[in-house]
């Protein structure tokens, strides 16, 4: 078994600093990528999360193939493009579908690892943090609502 602890001690191979607009400027998101052998780590943080009345919200949390955080009206978003899927598969196999992220009072953490894409695969796509959980069988994004924030993945200097 590999000790994968290690690499929380190192500096990230990218980075992306997500923000909200409009009714969701509150929420910042820092997520950090760390590649080990094969396998890519994952690890986010976010505040100023919705809070919800009824326990901890579920927010889903994606890469996104476009390369910029700009849209219209009906989506402040909308120039993030598709959930990043480059060998086509159904959702939610695809290469950019993550965990949901938990909120607890406007915040949350989430690590976790992954060989559905590498690092430099993903440098200059967007990742989006949506307002409903994924429902993992919706096609083709999981139902999972407006997008409330987003970033661009950049590779650490």
Same mark, same amino acid.
């Given at each position: %078994? ?10 990230? #191979?990218?980075? &992306?600093? $997500?923000?909200? !607009?409009?009714?969701?400027? =509150?929420?910042?998101? !820092? ?6 052998? /094969?396998?890519?780590?994952?690890? #986010? ?27 219209? @009206? @009906? =989506?402040?978003?909308? =120039? &993030? ?8 598969? &159904?959702?939610?196999?695809? &290469?950019? /579908? %993550?965990?949901?992220?938990? @909120? @607890? ?5 989430? #690590?976790? %690892?992954?060989? !559905?894409?590498?690092? /430099?695969? $993903?440098?200059?796509?967007? $990742? ?5 959980? =994924? /429902? ?17 993945? !950049?590779?650490?200097?």
């Amino acid at each position: %078994m590999q000790n994968y602890t290690s690499v929380f001690t190192s500096y990230p #191979a990218a980075f &992306a600093v $997500i923000n909200g !607009r409009g009714k969701y400027s =509150d929420v910042y998101a !820092r997520v950090n990528f760390y590649q080990k052998n /094969d396998r890519v780590i994952v690890a #986010a943080w976010a505040e100023g999360l919705p809070v919800t009345e009824c326990g901890s919200g579920v927010f889903g949390f994606h890469i996104h193939s476009g390369v910029s955080c700009t849209g219209n @009206e @009906e =989506d402040i978003y909308s =120039d &993030a493009l598709k959930h990043y899927n480059p060998k086509g598969c &159904a959702h939610p196999y695809h &290469a950019g /579908d %993550m965990p949901p992220l938990f @909120e @607890e009072n406007g915040e949350a953490f989430s #690590a976790f %690892m992954t060989t !559905r894409f590498t690092i /430099d695969e $993903i440098i200059g796509k967007t $990742i989006i943090i949506h307002s409903s959980p =994924d /429902d993992f069988t919706t096609q083709p994004s999981g139902n999972s609502g407006e997008k409330i924030a987003c970033g661009i993945i !950049r590779k650490t200097s």
